[in-house]
């Protein structure tokens, strides 16, 4: 308890320590990402259900406020509001409609089901020009106090300014959002959950309709991916299907939860944390690096391709924690508990 609350000061004094938008801008991603790996991580780690359409409900909420404050005549705070209901409404529609159609089939033909529907998506997302901006995407104002041209003065030499007001929402959404996560794996249903995970026919016998629970896992999830959209789009002010439809954003969110740890929840934390911080920073470094050989063709062409040492971090988490950084500890913790037992 007191680590979680260390944690969430220190986040919350990052602008006053770190004066600096791009580490605001990383740990806000951070933050955004950590509360959709979860979402994800409810699907996969706690309900053994892999579905490749958990992006595209990311995706709509990104659009939802963005296409409400772009095409509103005048935009206000009441319209932030009223793209999360519509966020939500949209994606609950949509997950029911997916579960009475995808959970008929099993393992992989559910996997490619939602697959083909995010890749609709995506390139519904890009030929809807009229609407959606096509690749050009849109950007929008945030309206009232969070619109980054509004100052309220400076504390402790750090202006207060709209975009500051969405880091603090941003971290009491993430807040919220991950305390209404743990309740819904702690309770009962999230143990049924687990259950299903194990043994889906067992769990069918002891006389748990399993089709209603993967249901109210998948509404979950997607509902909170959805609101985690809408705060990624409130924190660029910009949105186009490539930042929030792409394939890529699926991979990396995938790439999240194996990093951290499949049910594990918290390791969400660890995998967005690895996978943004290493995005941001790791180009810049290679470059420094290769600054001390100027002259090498093969020192700056290793440089430029960041993605390849990306793959060999990749490949060293996998190796030493096999079951995800959290996943690992935890079973060593309990085998050491185990040990320690006469």
Request: net charge positive.
């Amino acid at each position: 308890m007191y680590y979680q609350a260390g944690l969430v000061i220190f986040i919350a004094l990052i602008p006053f320590l770190f004066p600096s938008f791009r580490v605001m801008d990383v740990v806000a991603k951070i933050m955004i990402f950590t509360i959709v790996t979860a979402s994800f991580d409810l699907l996969l780690g706690y309900t053994g259900i892999l579905s490749f359409a958990h992006g595209m409900f990311f995706g709509i909420g990104a659009y939802s406020i963005a296409l409400i404050l772009f095409f509103a005549p005048n935009p206000s705070w009441v319209h932030i509001p009223l793209s999360i209901v519509v966020s939500l409404l949209v994606s609950i529609g949509l997950s029911v409609i997916i579960s009475f159609f995808s959970l008929r089939v099993k393992a992989i033909f559910f996997a490619m089901l939602t697959l083909s529907l995010a890749e609709f998506a995506h390139i519904l997302g890009v030929q809807w020009s009229g609407l959606t901006g096509g690749e050009d995407g849109i950007s929008f104002t945030l309206p009232s106090v969070f619109n980054f041209n509004h100052s309220l003065g400076t504390l402790f030499h750090t202006e207060i300014n709209g975009r500051l007001l969405v880091y603090y929402l941003i971290l009491a959404s993430t807040i919220a959002l991950f305390a209404g996560l743990l309740r819904f794996i702690r309770s009962p249903l999230g143990r049924v959950l687990k259950a299903v995970r194990d043994n889906e026919q067992r769990t069918t016998a002891l006389g748990y309709k399993t089709f209603g629970y993967k249901l109210y896992s998948i509404v979950f999830s997607s509902c909170t991916a959805s609101l985690g959209g809408i705060l990624f789009s409130m924190w660029l002010c910009y949105v186009n299907p490539g930042s929030v439809f792409h394939t890529a954003i699926m991979v990396n969110i995938l790439l999240m939860v194996l990093i951290g740890g499949m049910g594990t929840l918290y390791g969400a934390m660890i995998g967005a944390s690895f996978l943004i911080v290493t995005e941001n920073w790791l180009p810049g470094l290679l470059k420094h690096m290769a600054a001390f050989a100027p002259e090498s063709t093969l020192v700056n062409n290793l440089a430029d391709r960041w993605q390849l040492y990306f793959g060999i971090l990749f490949i060293l988490v996998v190796l030493f924690f096999p079951k995800g950084v959290i996943g690992t500890i935890r079973s060593q913790m309990n085998l050491n508990r185990q040990a320690k037992q006469p």
